[in-house]
């Protein structure tokens, strides 16, 4: 049994914890955290902040504590063969508790999977309301030399969301919005401008399938878009071809389109406060094209001064090494935001709604977007699917945590006419959730998110004229209004 020699490293003014697993032979023969030479933490943290890597231990606690940063392990003892986290054995977790009373950490961060799943095994269940707000934990890639995958640069990419936590205000609120955040991080509150690019989908255009996922409607999930709609209204349109099908779609350029949902919303927005927006590729699939026009679209997106930050819809099965590439050089511009939609981690939810890509390939573009540092991955996750319990929901939901998806877009199943959803629920009608039934699902769903997840969306917008079920979704504000309620009493 070997006992945890090296204290904590924290002060009052400390607002997230880090958390290894044990110290390996190298650290304890140094008396300090992470002593291994080929270990790379210490130069990530610094990464993350611009700044001169450490050297002695006092340079490293002052890194640290000059950015509000507390350091400590898991576990106080243990058995354990050498520096080998696969060998550890008779666990006694380190006690958080005085270390989070005497600072004020709000967020935990794991390094690595071991330390991850040592926290949520010994010590989650331990720290109650009122000693940390929110005790669930943010998985981080491991800095460990035996991690070969991830790359100092990959690393400080995916340590970046470490700002998020440090950059996050008030706590005490039942969730962390995609308002509060742009707050936070933007000081402005932040408008979607919903765009077309002209784009079509791999599961619609021949390629995986030509019927499309079996909830989508027939604009690709775009109908608030600019695309046909408003190009009467534009000075330039331009004819577009699918690289796959040659179908020709009359779309209004990104500027125009930009110009028009401007127009739409400037009713909506405040007189006094600045705001921004986010130039949002909604229809389709936003990177499924050629990489000179993705680069033109996305170019001309970011070249517009008021855009704050460029989102792109997608599909994990569409992020080649050369979308990646260009994401990357446009993320070095602008903020990139990738939505991936999964869904659901069901496989046979998933065959259910012809998604038509499998779980790991969703794993694998997530693990690939963190490394090019996208400061924002939001998941889509379906609610309601027919056959799903409240507990395979919960199971969705957790494994886009533990994926390391910071942002999420929750929304309830909509039936919509046109689409072969509707003839399923013509066919076989399916029971779906009350507008309380739902908000009770929402609470408890939430109390799963880590303090720093962005809900970017809990409920969703059907085109109304064509909304089949559920139709207590029509009216979003009495829905946002109940959801609130019941996340507020609890």
Known sequence: MIVHPIKPVYDKNSKILILGSFPSVKSREASFFYGHPQNRFWEVVAGVFNERIPETIDEKKSLLLSHNIALWDVIHSCDIVGSSDSSIENVTPNDLIPLIKESNISAIYCNGNKSYTLYNKYIKTSLKTGEIINPNAIPLPSTSPANAAWSVTDLTNAYRRILIGLNRNDLNKPYYSLNDYAADNYNKKLYRLSLDGGFTCPNRDGTLSSDGCIFCSAGGSGDFAGKINVASTCKTTEYTTSKTTGHMKNTATVADQIKAQKEILKNKLPKTKEVGFIAYFQAFTGTYDTIDRLKRLYTEAINAPEIDVLSIATRPDCLGDDVLELISEINSKKPVWIELGLQTVSKKSAEFINRCFELKTYNEALTRLRKIGISQ??????????????????????????????????????????????????????????????????????????????????????????????????????????????????
């Open 377 to 490: 991955i939001i998941t889509h996750v379906i609610l309601g699917l027919p056959g799903e319990t409240r507990a395979m929901m919960k199971k969705t939901l957790t494994h886009v945590i533990d994926s390391g998806s910071n942002g999420i877009k929750l929304s309830m199943l909509h039936v919509l006419r046109n689409t072969r959803l509707a003839d399923e629920y013509k066919k076989n009608p399916f029971d779906q959730m009350s507008l309380n039934e739902y908000a009770d699902l929402i609470c408890e769903l939430f109390a799963c998110l880590p303090p720093d997840l962005v809900v970017h969306r809990f409920t969703g917008d059907g085109n109304k004229k064509d909304l089949i079920a559920p139709l207590w979704s029509a009216d979003k504000k009495n829905v946002l209004n109940t959801i609130n309620k019941v996340l507020t009493a609890n």
